[in-house]
């Protein structure tokens, strides 16, 4: 019986198992190093450019001032209105995603984004601007969480802390190395070739994503039975760990296989309540950082690029060693819920009248590292319920309803520092955050 041979099934590709062959840890781990080093670099490019597109008008803004149209609740309004149409478009894309494979779907998302992006430079008047804005959020629509989807293809459950922090740490990369360049532009190209600086900053930020779109199909395969950068018995290591995760799921009664599976399921919607709290948190910090500085520290556009690659880079580091303990032990819960409170205390400290400056910008290094060690570890709890269809059309229901608090964070804001001041919005945002943790606690025992 131990040499007999048998196969297993996984999204209809058969493999000839060999027993031995997975039970050597190291030559797993070679396996799953393999496609890591394949997949995670072009994602955590494509995530970069995706997330510099979507958060550089608060750049933009510094000189957007000049417009004779603008104000700070067209800003608010603009910066809310591209998640509605994420908010429309993300289900049905996600699920498009399942069907038609990732490298075609991918590909269509940025090149179709970084298009829009660019012309909302264009921009002439609010409605104007609103417009580019809620077509730019329906471009993007099913992007992360097609990239959550499509990570789910290739690795097991135990493992996805770790890969969905490296891919998410993109997003403090996008802040790293944009808000220089973004300073820099700012402080540089105004009113050059006719253009002034929000225009080239909004124009040269969109290039990048249209360009690696057109090199996606030669980079991204669908899934890994069709990888030819596999040996046949690396794929079938891939699919044995799979195949454990579907009966790991089934014999504890918890796996949701169907589109209706997903929107029938509280414990869904109430990841989803989650994830709007966290995202309130994120777009807090993402769309307000620059003028926090610039009220705070200097005035210098690029000196605040520097200052504001700061909090990204405390992020980056921590989410890393959080993710992957995370991983080790399994737990998922209490890591969600810990950064959460972290980052809610940390965010309530900021916005505390009479600080030092240099306080307030060490709390928000803080508060950035709390609410990103949360999302990268909070995604593995809902894989561990959703799989198949019910995994497209879950994980984008939770990403468009969670991004929704993209459309209250900078509305929130704006009113708190109309009727009292910034200190106050940076309050809210830690209650969202404490919110957050709260509900992990409740959906995750249950």
Not at 4 to 27: G, I, R, T, W
Request: aromatic letters at 16%.
């Amino acid at each position: 019986m131990k040499n007999e041979s048998y196969l297993v099934h996984y999204n209809d590709f058969k493999y000839s198992k060999k027993p031995a062959m997975n039970s050597n840890s190291n030559l797993t781990d070679k396996v799953y190093r393999k496609v890591s080093w394949r997949l995670l670099p072009v994602l955590f490019l494509c995530y970069i450019f995706a997330y510099l597109d979507r958060v550089n008008i608060g750049f933009a803004k510094l000189g957007m001032r000049e417009e004779f149209w603008y104000s700070d609740q067209v800003f608010s309004l603009a910066s809310g209105i591209f998640f509605i149409g994420y908010f429309l478009f993300e289900v049905p894309g996600n699920i498009l995603m399942h069907r038609l494979g990732a490298r075609f779907w991918i590909t269509r998302i940025m090149i179709s984004w970084g298009v829009l992006s660019g012309l909302c430079a264009l921009s002439n008047s609010a409605s104007h601007f609103y417009f580019l804005r809620f077509l730019l959020g329906a471009a993007e629509a099913g992007f992360f969480p097609a990239i959550i989807l499509y990570l789910t293809y290739w690795f097991p459950q135990k493992r996805r802390a770790k890969i969905f922090a490296f891919f998410m740490v993109a997003i403090n990369f996008a802040g790293i190395i944009g808000s220089p360049i973004s300073g820099w532009i700012m402080s540089s190209l105004n009113n050059s070739a006719l253009l002034k600086s929000w225009q080239w900053l909004l124009i040269l930020e969109a290039i990048p994503s249209i360009l690696m779109g057109c090199c996606l199909p030669f980079l991204l395969t669908n899934r890994p039975e069709n990888a030819r950068w596999l040996s046949d018995g690396e794929k079938s290591i891939i699919a044995e760990d799979m195949q454990a995760d579907q009966i790991s799921q089934s014999s504890k009664g918890r796996s949701l296989v169907g589109v209706m599976d997903a929107f029938r399921s509280y414990q869904v919607w109430l990841f989803a309540l989650v994830y709007f709290f966290i995202i309130i948190g994120l777009y807090g910090i993402s769309f307000w950082l620059p003028q926090i500085i610039e009220n705070t520290i200097t005035k210098d556009k690029f000196a605040i690029g520097l200052y504001a690659a700061i909090p990204w880079s405390s992020a980056a580091i921590g989410m890393i060693f959080y993710a992957n303990h995370s991983d080790k032990t399994g737990e998922r819960k209490w890591h969600v819920a810990v950064a959460a409170f972290v980052s809610m205390l940390a965010f309530i400290f900021s916005g505390l009248p009479q600080n030092n400056p240099y306080f307030v910008l060490g709390m928000l290094c803080l508060a950035t590292t709390g609410l990103m060690c949360a999302i990268s570890t909070f995604w593995s709890i809902p894989a561990m319920v959703l799989s198949g269809t019910a995994a497209a059309a879950g994980i984008a229901m939770i990403n468009s309803i969670g991004n929704l608090g993209g459309f209250i964070s900078p509305e929130m804001f704006s009113w708190f520092k109309t009727h009292y001041n910034l200190g106050a919005g940076l309050i809210a945002t830690g209650v969202s955050m404490g919110l957050a943790a709260i509900i992990t606690l409740v959906v995750a025992k249950k």
